[in-house]
């Protein structure tokens, strides 16, 4: 089966300026989540998705950060206006399961944002 | 919410020799523990998990032990092998709420 789909794989910006990242999850994944991995840390949660209802958006700084998964497939996560401390891989991951402790997550190869 | 510290941040062994990598979490209620490898420019990838109500699993070279009194698991791999060398990540996880550690680089030196 195809991967999970990610897009840029790189980006470079200056800070104050918006970002989009797109994914597109394994087909028949309901469960979507975006993570933010900082170099030397372990992948932080922003957001999960169960089919395009928001499930936990606990950990999303909303004041910039967006996200969305029309029609429970694809998912765009949007920064506006970018920070210096953004800049980290964000990992689009998905799953068979309702939770996250269900089983395996499966991971895209993230997008690097690097912040000027 | 859960907390997971992961040590040690680095480890390097001799090709053959064991690695060992442990970790905590602070939510008694967490029930599931995945590992996830990640090696250098690439995705994290599962590769053993196990559920609380066991303690300890095995595939191959790799084994994860569990002790829930104390809080604590650990990722086991013998005979280690340089393709092994990667960043390794544990997780606690209760229903949505998945916590990892900060990752250990293990070098394995041929």
């Known amino acids: 089966e195809a991967g999970v789909a990610q897009s840029p794989r790189y980006k470079i910006i200056e800070k104050r300026q918006s970002v989009a990242f797109w994914c597109n999850p394994i087909s028949g994944h309901a469960t979507l989540y975006w993570y933010q991995q900082i170099l030397g840390q372990g992948p932080k949660l922003l957001i999960q998705f169960q089919n395009n209802g928001v499930v936990d958006d606990s950990q999303l700084p909303k004041d910039r950060f967006s996200a969305e998964r029309l029609k429970g497939v694809d998912s765009t996560l949007k920064i506006q206006p970018a920070k210096l401390e953004d800049s980290a891989v964000y990992l689009c991951?998905?799953?068979?399961?309702?939770?996250?402790?269900?089983?395996?997550?499966?991971f895209g190869e993230g997008s690097r944002l690097t912040v000027l | 919410g859960e907390n997971v510290e992961q040590h040690p941040s680095t480890l390097s062994v001799q090709e053959g020799d064991s690695a060992v990598i442990k970790c905590t979490y602070s939510d008694s209620a967490s029930n599931y523990f995945p590992w996830y490898k990640q090696e250098l420019g690439k995705r994290p990838q599962l590769i053993i998990d196990i559920r609380s109500n066991v303690g300890e699993k095995k595939d191959q070279r790799i084994a994860v032990t569990l002790n829930k009194t104390a809080k604590h698991f650990s990722l086991h791999i013998t005979e280690t092998q340089p393709e092994d060398s990667a960043v390794y990540f544990c997780?606690?996880?209760?229903?949505?709420?998945?916590?990892f550690g900060a990752g250990t680089r293990l070098t394995v030196k041929p």
């Open positions: 997780a606690a996880s209760l229903n949505n709420d998945m916590r």
């Open positions: 991951a998905s799953s068979r399961g309702q939770f996250a402790n269900t089983g395996e997550l499966f």
